[in-house]
């Protein structure tokens, strides 16, 4: 594999499961040391040591990406430790609670919000000082749900959120376009990842549950199951030189999900 972001650092949030796991990985296997960000449990430890198998260099940071003191330090140990930042993934995120909105707490719509919105918010804010002097890629994960498609029931909090985090990259890439930072944000379909594990629905959500059906003749690719590392080639090809002219836009990434 061509080692095209040889020498540069990639920092990666929620990098200890799923998108940002398969994505963290691939940035590494094109040549990027990777600083990796998320909230340590058993599963997350691999990852740094598959990184630094590969003869990259890998960091973890166990830091609530919602946790503004603790973001800022993360980042700043990260930059002073590799000595330079290129490459940013937001992507740490929650469903968090599902429930209808006459039932969903102010604390659990904050908690959404919190992670999903601020954290991508924190991640930027403390990442710009140490990529304004040389340029690089930010790349944030959204979702279809909040975007284009409105989906599940009693996902009010996390559709904002989603829907929050496009206008926020969008403001963001006209602000730092002057540095030569591009932004771009990812809207990926259904991918089988580890996020449903720690839903909190609430059982009316559970009561109103609808099965999709496709019209006749027509389904999404892989009937709207995307893998994690599908997602990380176009992070890779965000991350990389060979977007060079994009930024500013949202890409969706689900098999055709949301013509359905
Ligand atoms: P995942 O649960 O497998 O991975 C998410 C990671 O984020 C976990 O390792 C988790 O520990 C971490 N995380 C959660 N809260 C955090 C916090 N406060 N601070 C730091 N890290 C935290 O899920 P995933 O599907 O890989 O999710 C990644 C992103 O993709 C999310 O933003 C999610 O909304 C988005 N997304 C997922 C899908 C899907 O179908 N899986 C679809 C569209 C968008």
């Not at 944000?185 to 009316?204: A, D, H, R």
Request: charged letters at 25%; glycine letters at 10%.
């Amino acid at each position: 594999e061509e080692l095209i972001l040889a020498g540069m650092t990639a920092l990666v949030t929620g990098a200890g499961s799923g998108i940002g796991r398969a994505s963290a990985l691939k940035l590494a296997r094109a040549g990027a040391n990777v600083c990796l960000l998320d909230l340590i449990d058993e599963r997350t430890a691999d990852v740094e040591e598959e990184i630094r198998g590969m003869g990259r260099q890998a960091e973890f940071y166990d830091v609530d990406v919602s946790d503004p003191v603790r973001m800022e330090r993360a980042i700043r140990a990260a930059a002073d430790r590799f000595g330079r930042l290129d490459i940013v993934f937001a992507n740490a995120g929650i469903n968090g609670t599902l429930a209808p909105i006459e039932d969903l707490t102010p604390e659990a719509w904050d908690d959404t919000l919190a992670i999903n919105l601020k954290g991508t918010f924190l991640t930027v804010k403390n990442a710009v000082p140490y990529m304004k002097a040389k340029g690089g890629s930010i790349v944030v994960t959204s979702s279809i749900n909040g975007n284009r498609k409105f989906s599940g029931f009693g996902m009010s909090a996390y559709s904002s959120s989603k829907a929050g985090q496009v206008a926020f990259a969008k403001m963001a890439a006209l602000e730092l376009a002057r540095y030569r930072i591009r932004v771009n944000v990812i809207c990926p379909g259904g991918i089988e990842t580890n996020i449903g594990e720690n839903t909190k629905s609430s059982k009316e959500v559970d009561k109103i549950r609808i099965p999709v059906v496709y019209p006749e003749g027509s389904q999404p690719l892989e009937h709207g199951q995307g893998r994690p590392e599908q997602v990380a080639d176009l992070v890779w090809f965000l991350a990389s030189d060979r977007s060079s002219h994009i930024t500013g836009t949202e890409i969706y990434i689900d098999g055709a999900e949301t013509l359905l």
